[in-house]
């Protein structure tokens, strides 16, 4: 009713309705400085900019596209997102997050059955044949796909049913980018009655069921093919939709360094206006003055004319009344320390330290580059357990089971442990020694420090009993063996030394 009085006053009294606004104004700052008991809760010139507070589906819905879009651009041509993109990437998945069998039971064939089945499985997981485009192996997929996730916020994989033929697997998975789910399918499900919000179709539980997929990318399609794009229904059970929700009911992803975008692209921009500033003071040389207005005054026959445009180390003859007056390039001090604060804060919000975006390892040292890591790793860590395990790896898994049931290999009674890459020490003669402490003591089993660094225990100890067969079997003692020789190098009184101590039991 209000806004239908103040339209009717603008239109016959706009002196009226101005004033009447302004009076308006001043009420609502007066209200505000006497009710509002938060800071954070202001408004006006220094206060915040309150917007609307929808759900995070209208949220989504309304912005998706627009920011898939921008930040796909930045991590194109902006060097900062994309170094931000590259690194939380490298230090998340790395050479990849590798799948380890493993089995309780303490039978022989059990065992045997699982060290065929990782056999197999480490073909599947090596072969670029698991890509169904046949251009990354398993490890390639899971790299490329995060790195779609930071980038543009979710990617999609879709089961295909098809042999690879390395390991014999009926298992092929086909990676699409979020742009094949259709977002502007929005509603009711004719059919089932189920809700669609933005492709994904949801039970009466809003659990997904379905997911609503493009044939096509809509990128490929002209404007007047792709008004007659439409998409088609796939069952949940053979799609995986990956994305890091931020809210509660989310069912589409956003990319990663949302509020960090503007200042990158300001800092990008900012970087440059000062080079073309340094490149237009270094043109401009310096300017020409006149002694006298009268024109032509004192200028002789033979004089020479100043050119247009100055090259580098050129002397240019002047005429007797005339002087030149050198320019004074701008000064960059101070540029570097606010460049720095500035890529410290975006490297902040992706979650990775400023020395892993930008390779700046200068006034770093052990104590503060591992503080530093060890900060990012949580986060790293934490993207690793409550994201890509139960989003992307775990469904991955339970394909497999189905597969390796069609060559006639169950393994259902085998579980999957997902191990991380190796992580490299900044300093082992100092990592070192605390982790041995902390495996003696008791406060660290073997097997988890072995994962921590990127190794499987059961290849691990594998490993070591074949080569302690080896070293028994040419009857040699060796100075790194903790059978035979002690910490400090000398021989175990309780050992043979002869070295004949048999291992096969």
Known sequence: MAGMLDSLLGYIAPGFALQRAVNQASLQSLRKHTEMNYDAAGKGRRGFKVRNDHSSRTLVKNNLVVLRRNMRDMSRNNPIIKSAVAAKTRHTIGPGIRPSLRTDSKSQAKKNKVKQAQRILNKWCESVQCDLYGKHNFFGLESLGFKTSVASGEFLIVRQRTVEPESGL?????????????????GTNETNGNEIIMGVEVDDNEMPVAYWLFDAHPGDQGFIKRSRLTSSRHSAENVIHYFKPDRPGQVRGLPQGLASATKAKNLDEFQDARLEQMKVAACLVGTVSRTTNKPGAGVGE??????????????????????????????????????????????????????AMTQDLKQVNFTSGRMGWLDMYREVQQDRDLYIKPQLLIPIWGWLQEAFEFTGLPVRDLTCEWIPPRREMFDPTKEIPPLIKAIRSGLKPMQRALQEQGDDPDVILAQYQEWNKNVDRFKLVLDSDPRRMSGAGNLNPETDPEGTHDQEE
């Open 302 to 355: 033979n004089a020479t004319p100043l050119p247009s445009r100055l090259r580098p180390g050129a002397v240019i003859p002047l005429r007797h009344n005339e002087t030149m007056a050198f320019n004074q390039p701008p000064s960059v001090a101070g540029q570097h320390e606010y460049v720095t604060e500035e890529l410290h804060s975006i490297a902040s919000d992706f979650g990775i330290t400023y020395q």
């Open 170 to 186: 009926p298992l092929q998975l086909k990676m699409l980018e979020g742009d094949y789910l259709d977002h502007s399918r929005n």
